[in-house]
Each structure stands twice: as structure tokens, then as C-alpha cells.
């Protein structure tokens, strides 16, 4: 048929470039056809098959939340190592994932090898993953599901008793506020835990780029997801969250993405597809769970407010709760959880880093330039530097004195010192940062108060809502017809007209099979194809375009609606306040009051390993940030005395916390009281040594600051200018400088001397990183 074809170009000259790209267009044509007929069939398969997790890793599963006495739709798997991984490690620190439950089904954790979930695996950590499936239980809540979600992380701390750790939590999305309420609420229960693209404050954005956090106001409130659950005979269809993505980018749902599977059909199908099993597995949630979530979340904003208390009332959702270190993990390109909210909750709960500081929490976030939402799930190139540099650096994450700190990832320098100290393919710092630097990232705030009004917009007509208008929907729904509404929904739609249940596409597998035996795709330099690609570039502007007008008309329109005063009187919603600032409560000064008591007595007292501790934090802080480098140096020293020197993780960042407080509490009198803990000259020698060691450790030159203070302490300690030169031409660390770490470990009356070496180097990253401004030391 194609050659037939050829032959009537005859000898025009422009005849051979239109017959090669008419052919290729009809060949290509068809062969995206049968892409869109295979995702149907996939599709189909997918929903007979109960719809599972799309992981690409063995799993078992072996906690389900459907036989707990408060029952759920959420079960705990274990993920089996694939043959290119290593053996699990017991010892290690498990990992947890928790998937999103935003309309989709579970997996995007583990969607591919180079991923949260993969990344644990090749570092021998036991991985875990908290799945749901499509239908949720009668009567279950979010606070069942929290509570399921609690009893995981309890069966896999019983798993791993001795692990140098609790579990590394990860929450994609909806499940990072899902994980942080849970850290909220059991805070012994977990280890760091990693917000990845996680909203925790859903009035935050800049004007005119976030327009997604307009949808609750000019829509009415949340009455609208109560409708949808009425309609839906008790349940919410998480299509209707998958569409409100979508339309967020018209250019990308309606024009590049099927555009890009066009182009680059021979390509780019197995991709395509893998995806769209994901994308088109909607799940559903009950009413009632979308109610709460989209009253109490996406228009109430009470999480980062500390306003959700559970349904008896005796248990109160306050972030400032969280014992663990919090990881918050962000984009700029990401039109769905913005920076602004994924991190403006800290400046909710704390006016400044010595308010963070005293409540002994330790923050820290990761921005990324410019990869989108699905991109800090999925992405290799995210996989393999932000998730995996996380990964290598949970260690040192997990004793970070408490403060604020920005996690800054970078490619290794050909001539960066320490280099035998770097655990990976970048380097990961954590610089201190303030809580004026979170606001720094906004337009300012006081855009949110329009957001006030929405609230109790949303409150009214959520109640007439359910007194006037509920009863009667209820009454002429059935689950007959809300499977028929689900069904005739265009997300479903686009995809059982293209698939075998369609019996007017009987031709297409056999011409696509044809296609495929004759394919001549054309050459990119064809004029034709040029000129297609620049129509397809014209076509992304218009929609971009057409994008930016709705969302700047819908902007003006929320604006003109809920910031005028006029409303907000007749709502009841009283004027701004000028200034956003969180009293200190009677407890919380009395709480302070004790802490400060109780480690009165500690500036004197201690084992050598606070010795050790103190004099690296005091000779480090005030410099603002914190490298791996002499931290992993100290981890390796520890690792060749654990046998003889036993020492945990958590003893150590136990000590490295009482420390710091003491050094910033009173840092003349913690300096004098290292002539306490350090009795021996000994002993002293080799803890100065050992500081300065790190110190050099990623750096040429020892700051001024610093040295000075190496200069302080020398002097408290009555070293003398002899034992400092002779510090100089020696080196307390190095690569098998074993000898070295016995000595700095030797045993005295102290309880457990023989861990002081270990300590002494994390000590050094704790001392480094908590002095944001040196003043404030």
C-alpha cells in the first residue's frame, strides 16, 4: 500500500518531503490511536484486578487497617529487595512511605526503580509502604486513617528493635499532612520525617502564580465537595481531584502531553502507559472524609493554625509538638504545593529561630529550582540527588541541634577537601537560616486575610447546605446511579470509548500491527515536521495564555468578593490584625523555667564525652552551617570502636542537645566547666586537637571566629603554647588513624567515657550549626 503510494510522487521536486511526511503523519496517527486503545484495555485490566498498587517492587502485605477496631482502607506492605539490591540490613534505620490519597492509587513512591522507595533499597534499609485501597470502609474518617497509620509505624518499630534509629517517615503530598498530624500526635512513635510537596498552609502564595487556593472562595466554600459525596451515594470521587490538576495547566492536558506522545510515538508509548496506570486509577473517599479535609484543610487552614482536635475533644493536632527532626521538601516549579505552602507554617507557629530553638525542634527544608509537583515523586534526577543525599545524611539530620536550617545540595568541587569524607555523588550542607528568611519567600501575607472571610463564608453555606439542600439530593441518590455518574466522568470516559469495550475499533490492532512492520518514520529535518513544531510551540503559547487570563480574571474576581470590607462585616470577620505574634503561654515559660533548672547542674557535671561535645560545640557555633564532612569522619571513628566504645545514635544526639543548650545559655560558664569534664591534660590535648581537625576538615583555614575561640578554649584549659605546636604537626583524625581514636577514647570515672570520640565529632556539626548570627550564641 505504501510503496503503491510512493511511486505516484513521480519527479516533483517538493513531492518527496510531502509524501514522507503524509506517510509518517498516517502511520503515526495510527499507531497513537492504538497507544490511547492499549491505556483503555490497561485501564480495564487495572479495575479488574482490584486496582493495585502500581509499585515496580515485590511487596507483602503485612499489617491490614481493614481488621483494626476502628477499620480503614489503608494496609502496611513490606517491600521485598529485588535481586540488584543489597541484603535488608535489620540494623539499619527502616524507612516508611506514605503514598498520597489525592484521587489516585498508591505507588508513586515506588513507581520506578530511581525513587524514595528504591533509594532505601540500595542502601540495605528495610522499606516499608503504607498503601489503601480503591473503596474506603463504612464510616471510616481521617481520624481512623490516623490512627491505622499510627499502629504501622508501632508494628514496624516492634520489627526492628535494634535499629540505630526510629523510622524515616516520608509523606508525598497528602500523606505529608497526614504524617505530620501523626508525628503531631504520637511524637515517640517516628524518626525524621520528609514532607515531599506536602501543603500545610493552604492560604499561603504569591498573587498571580499560585491560583489554586482561590478555588475553595469562588466556589461558595466547601459545600461543593458534600454535594459531590451526595451525588456519589455517601462516597467522593477522586476523579474530581485529578481534573482540578489537570486544568491547572490546559496546555499540558489538553495539547503537550497527547502532543508529545504524537511525536515521539515510537518512543515514548511504554513510558506513557506506565504513567497512565498510575494517573487513571481513581480511588474514592468517603463523604465525610472529604469533608473534613477540604473543611478543615484546604478552606478551615486549621492544621498549621493548631486548631484540629480529635472527635472527644481530648486530643489537640499541634505541630509544635513534633519531637523528630522535620524535613520539608519543596519546588518552585510546583503549581500545587507551592514553597509559601510547604514551609509557611513555621512563621504560624513561631515568631522567631530562638522560639524554635526553645521549643527543642529542629526544621529544616530543601528547595528545588524548578522540577513540578509529580516531579519530587517520580523524577530519577530528584531520586538520585535530593531523596538519596537525605538518605546518606539521616545520621546527622537526626542530631542537628534544634533550629531552622536550609539544606543546600551541590556537585563535588575537583578540588574540595575532605573528599574521602563524602557519602555519595554531592555534597549536603545545612545552613542556619531565621524565620524572617520564610517570609522572605512570600509577597507578604496579608492576602491570607481574605481567607478568613472564605472560611466563614464557607461555614454558612456549608450549614444551609446541610439543612435545606443534603436531605433532598440523599434522597434520589443510589449507588446505581452514582456508579453511572462515575462511569460517564471524561476521565473514565476518554478511556473505556478507547479500549476493547468499543466494538466500533475492531480494525485498529491489525492496521496498528501493519503500521508497525512498514513504519518509515520522517527525518527531523523535514520541512513539514519543522513547521508542525512550531505550530505545536504556537498552540502551548495561546493555551499558556489563555491560562494566565482565567487565572488573573479569577484572581480579580476572588479579590473583588473577599477582600471587601463590606462582607467581611456582614460575616462577622473582624479587621486584621498588624502584626502576627504567638503569646507565650504561662506553660510554656514555666516549662522553659525547669528545663533551665534542671540543667543548672549539668555545666559541671557530665561524662568525657560531654566534655568532648561541649568543646566542639563552643569552638563551632556561631558559624551557620553544618557540612557532612566532619560529621562522617566522627561516624567512622565511631563505627571502628562501637565493639569496645559502645554508643547510639540517639546517646548522642541526647548529649549534643544538652550541650548546646548549655553553651547558649551561659557560654562562659560552660567553657570554665570543661576543666569539670575534662580532668586529665590528656585529655584535653586531644579534644582541642580533635576540634581543630574538623574544622579543617572541609575547609583550607580555620574563620577567625573560630579560632579565637580554639585560642578561649586552649587557654581555660592551660594548654600550653608546647602542646599546640605539637597539635599542629599531628592529627587527631584520618584515614586509618585508629591509634588516635583509642586515645580520645579513653575510659575514665565518667558513665560511658569510651563514647566521647564519636560525640566529640557530631558535636562539632551540632556546635557549627546552631549559631545562625554568632551574637545570638
Known sequence: MWSQAAS???GIPFAQPVFDYWLDACQRSVLYWDALYDRGEAYLEHCASGKPPVLVFEHRVIMDGRTLPEPCNYALAAIVPPENCPPTNPALRP????DPRAGHGPGIGGFKMDSEIGIALQQGHPCYFVMFFPLPEPGQTIESVAKAEA??????NALHPDADGKPFVIGNCQGGWALAMLASAAPDLVGPILLAGSPLSYWAGVRGKNPMRYSGGLLGGTWSASLAGDIGNGHFDGAHLVENFEKLDPANTWWKKPYNLYAKVDTERQRFLDFERWWGG???LNKQEMEWISQHLFVGNDLSHGKIVSHDSKLRVDMRAIRSPIVVFASWGDNITPPQQALNWIPDLYDSVEDIRDNEQTIIYCLHNKVGHLGIFVSAGVANKEHSEFANALDLIDVLAPGLYEAVIEDIAPDAPGQEYIEGRYIIRFEARDVSDILALDDG???????EVVKRVSEINQGLYNRFVSPTVQAFSNEASAQIMRELHPARLERTLMSPRNP????LKPLADQVRAQRRPVAASNPLWQWQERVSEAVVQALNQYRDLRDASQEQLFQMIYESPLLATMVGVQPPREKRSHAVTWETRELAKLKREALEPKFEQGTLADGFIRLLVYVGIGMGVIDERPFNAIRRTMRRVRNEYPLTLMQL????????SLVRLDPQRALAGLRSLLPEQRLRHQAWMLSRDLLLIDRRDIPQAQQERLDAVAAM?????QDKRAALETSAIGDAKATAAPEIVVPAQAAQPASKPAPAGAAKKAAAKPASRPAKS
Do not use: N
Not at 499502629?151 to 514496624?156: D, G, N, P
Not at 501575607?445 to 481567607?451: I, K, L, P, S
Not at 466500533?504 to 480494525?507: D, E, F, K, M, N
Not at 584549659?717 to 603554647?721: A, K, N, P, R
Open 504 to 507: 466500533a475499533l475492531w480494525w
Open 8 to 10: 505516484w510522487s513521480g
Open 717 to 721: 584549659l592551660e594548654l600550653s603554647e
Open 95 to 98: 524507612f516508611v512511605v506514605i
Open 151 to 156: 499502629a504501622f509505624i508501632q508494628h514496624v
Open 445 to 451: 501575607r496579608d492576602d491570607e486575610h481574605a481567607f
Open 653 to 660: 544526639k541526647d548529649t549534643i542537645r544538652r550541650q548546646v
Open 282 to 284: 481513581h480511588y474514592l
